[in-house]
């Protein structure tokens, strides 16, 4: 997956057992699927998304059986039995931007402002 404005290419292992791994590391440190998986999600056709993708610090309910819901796709909703991911590729103007699906012209990021961290610090400590 690329990311239009920087460019900076991320890097997606989809496992056998629908489990994934993505360069960012956010499934590895949060336990929450990252952009980056969506975008194919969203674009694979019957790419499954299970529950057990999120870890269950996350749940509302801690004691949730997760092997008992099935997995879902963008189309329809997937068995225990069919939870194996197909063999496709993305195309190239996929990972160059996702939600385009008319121009290839490319339009420079709009400029923004970053607050140091240390401003946002003590704004949010004079306000409590």
């Known amino acids: 997956v690329k990311h239009e404005s920087t460019g900076v290419v991320h890097y ?3 496992l056998p057992d629908g489990h994934y791994v993505c360069d960012c590391c956010m499934p590895s440190n ?9 975008c194919i999600w969203i674009d694979v056709q019957n790419m499954p998304f299970h529950i057990s993708l999120i870890r269950p ?3 509302q309910d ?3 059986a997760a092997e008992s819901i099935p997995a879902v796709c963008r189309n329809r909703e997937l068995g225990a039995e ?3 991911l197909p063999t496709k590729t993305i195309r190239s103007a996929f990972a ?7 121009s290839h012209e490319t339009t420079p990021p709009p400029r923004t402002q970053t607050v140091p961290a240390r401003d946002v610090f003590h704004n949010v400590q004079a306000a409590i």
Do not use: K, M, Q
């Open 62 to 64: 801690s004691a949730l």
């Open 30 to 38: 949060l336990g929450v699927p990252c952009r980056h998986y969506f």
């Open 12 to 14: 997606i292992a989809v």
């Open 96 to 102: 160059s931007n996702p939600l385009d699906n008319t």
């Open 82 to 84: 069919e939870f194996r």
């Open 57 to 59: 610090r996350w749940y």
